[in-house]
Structure formats: C-alpha cells, structure tokens
C-alpha cells in the first residue's frame, strides 16, 4: 500500500474536500470488487482508495497526517465488508444489486452517499452531496418539425413520456438538454439532466445547408419557354415564384427569409432549382415542332464539355 494518501487518490496536498470527494467517486467506480469480480488487484486498490478517502475527509487526522503525526497506518480503515454489504444484499428492489451480481452504478450511486455520511470516529462526517447523473436519450423527428419547432414526448424505457419542447432550427445530430429531467441527486444535490440526441429524418423534396433550404422544382416546356408564376413549396408555406420567359433547367432562384428561422437568429433562404420536365405521354405537336424547328437544329447545349 502506498503510504500517501494524497498520491492514491491522484491529488495535490492543498485539495479541497470537493476534490477529495471528486477524487474517490470516480476512483471507485472503476475499481469497485462488484464491477470487478474476481479482481484481487482491484480489490486490494479499492481497499487503499477507500482507507485513504477515510483519512483526508476528517479534517481532524488529515491535519495530523500533514503534520506528520500519525501515518498511513494509523489512519482509520475503510470497514473491509464495506463492498460486500451492498454485493451479497437480497432484498428486493435492492437499489444497488442486480440480477447480474454487479453493481449498477447508474442506479446505486446511494452507495457513495452511504459512504460519505457515515460516523466516522465518534463524529458525524460532513454530509456528501452531489449532482444527480446525466441521463442520455436519442429521438427521430421529421424534417420540418425540426425546422419550424414543435412539442412532442419521448416514451423513456419504463413506459412513462417526457415532454419534449423542439425549438426552431433543430439541426440532425444535435443535443438538447432538459435540466433537472435526469438522475435525483445525492445528499440533496441537483438532479441532473436529460440528453437528447436528435435524428432528423430526410424530407423527400427539401435539404438543408446550414440554415438555407434547397430544392428542384419541375415545370413545363410552356412555363420555360414563355415564363409565368408557379407555386412553391417552403418549409413556412407555398409562395408564388415568377419565371422570367427562357428558364432553363438548371436555373436557380432565390426565396429571401424563407428558410430555417432559429430561435432568436436571422432566417435562412430557400434556392429553388427549376427542372424541365416533357409531357408523361408523346405529344404530337409538340414532336411536330421539334421536328421543323430549324432553330434548334443548329443549337448545341454542349459544346462547352467539348475537348
């Protein structure tokens, strides 16, 4: 065993109790025998962090150690079954037993509040309190609830829902925190938060780039060629495009402040792509123009891919 305390738990000598505590927990969690079994080493090390924790949480024999008093040795013990009262516990709806025969530490964190608040030397430790833990979800949502904002629920593994407020301009992959919807906290400390990992479904007609949306709209040979006001869709609602005569396929027009609209931010663009689209079924007059029209005999649409 290591005859420094401050170095087991990996602390400076000028810790605050916030630290030590800190310290301890999140050693523990890695080397508890229960999360371990059949580990000697990390028993013997969970041992060692548990008798150094004892020592530096009484302020009264952390002082006599820092002043070279009393030893390592001397310090009180962490009791040895400290582990094994929670590990061999029968009852039912045992907190920190599972049918596993491990710990669940994301439900038994009321073993380090046990810890912490014991008696220790005839005087009541200082009470341990700290944050609840984080709980993490992930959820789907369509397209254009993520855009213009919506309020829906989340069905949690149990069975019951969490309300769920989506703002404006939720982006695919982004993380929503709802505070104080996590882990109870221990000693009376905060509960902590749920995490919430959105997944934006693809819509069938629009994409999204940053906050502008993109989209292809077909019209007709007559609209290309002789222009006219066609009608749009945006995630905010239909607008009536006008198409200047000669649109060609390809030709891109822009719709200023109808894209993502984020909370409190300026509101993206919709670009709209116009594609030519021929009649479903031939048309003879219209073949009958193809076939006279000397004009377009002599265009060629390609001759910049030419080498």
């Known amino acids: 065993m290591s005859q420094d305390p401050y170095e087991l738990l990996g602390l400076k000598r000028n810790a605050t109790q916030r630290e030590i505590q800190s310290a301890f927990r999140q050693a523990a969690k890695k080397l508890h025998p229960d999360l371990n079994p059949g580990d000697k080493k990390a028993e013997a090390k969970f041992k060692e962090i548990s008798?150094?924790?004892?020592?530096?949480?009484?302020?009264?024999?952390?002082?006599?150690?820092?002043?070279?008093?009393?030893?390592?040795?001397g310090a009180e013990q962490a009791p040895r079954n400290f582990y094994r009262e929670y590990a061999s516990a029968s009852r039912p709806g045992d907190a920190y037993h599972?049918?596993?025969?491990?710990?669940?530490?994301?439900?038994?964190?009321?073993?380090?509040?046990?810890?912490?608040?014991?008696?220790?030397?005839?005087?009541?430790?200082?009470?341990?309190?700290?944050?609840?833990?984080?709980?993490?979800?992930?959820?789907?949502?369509?397209?254009?609830?993520?855009?213009?904002?919506?309020?829906?629920?989340?069905?949690?593994?149990?069975?019951?829902?969490l309300d769920v407020q989506i703002p404006p301009g939720t982006r695919d992959g982004q993380t929503l925190r709802l505070r104080g919807l996590g882990e109870p906290g221990i000693g009376g400390g905060p509960a902590g938060d749920a995490l919430i990992d959105i997944v934006v479904r693809p819509h069938p007609i629009y994409t999204r780039e940053g906050n502008d949306i993109r989209l292809d709209v077909p019209?007709?040979?007559?609209?290309?060629?002789?222009?006219?006001?066609?009608?749009?869709?945006?995630?905010?609602?239909?607008?009536?495009?006008?198409?200047?005569?000669?649109?060609?396929?390809?030709?891109?027009?822009?719709?200023?402040?109808?894209?993502?609209?984020?909370?409190?931010?300026?509101?993206?663009?919709?670009?709209?792509?116009?594609k030519i689209v021929l009649p479903d079924a031939p048309d003879?007059?219209?073949?009958a123009f193809a076939e006279s029209w000397v004009a377009g005999m002599g265009q060629n649409p390609r001759?910049?891919?030419?080498g």
Not at 54 to 70: A, H, P, Q, T, Y
Not at 104 to 132: L, T
Not at 245 to 257: E, H, I, M, Q
């Open 98 to 161: 599972n049918g596993a025969g491990f710990a669940d530490f994301g439900d038994g964190d009321d073993i380090f509040a046990s810890f912490f608040s014991r008696r220790s030397g005839g005087r009541r430790s200082q009470q341990y309190r700290a944050p609840g833990n984080d709980r993490h979800f992930s959820m789907e949502i369509d397209f254009l609830d993520a855009v213009n904002g919506t309020k829906t629920q989340l069905t949690l593994p149990q069975g019951s829902t």
């Open 51 to 73: 008798a150094a924790y004892e020592l530096l949480s009484d302020e009264e024999k952390r002082g006599r150690f820092d002043r070279g008093e009393i030893d390592m040795t």
């Open 303 to 306: 001759r910049n891919m030419e």
């Open 219 to 274: 019209i007709t040979i007559r609209e290309a060629v002789l222009g006219g006001t066609v009608r749009v869709p945006t995630p905010s609602g239909p607008v009536n495009l006008k198409l200047p005569p000669n649109s060609n396929s390809g030709k891109v027009f822009r719709l200023t402040g109808r894209g993502v609209r984020e909370r409190g931010g300026q509101a993206g663009d919709v670009y709209v792509t116009v």
């Open 284 to 287: 003879e007059a219209l073949t």
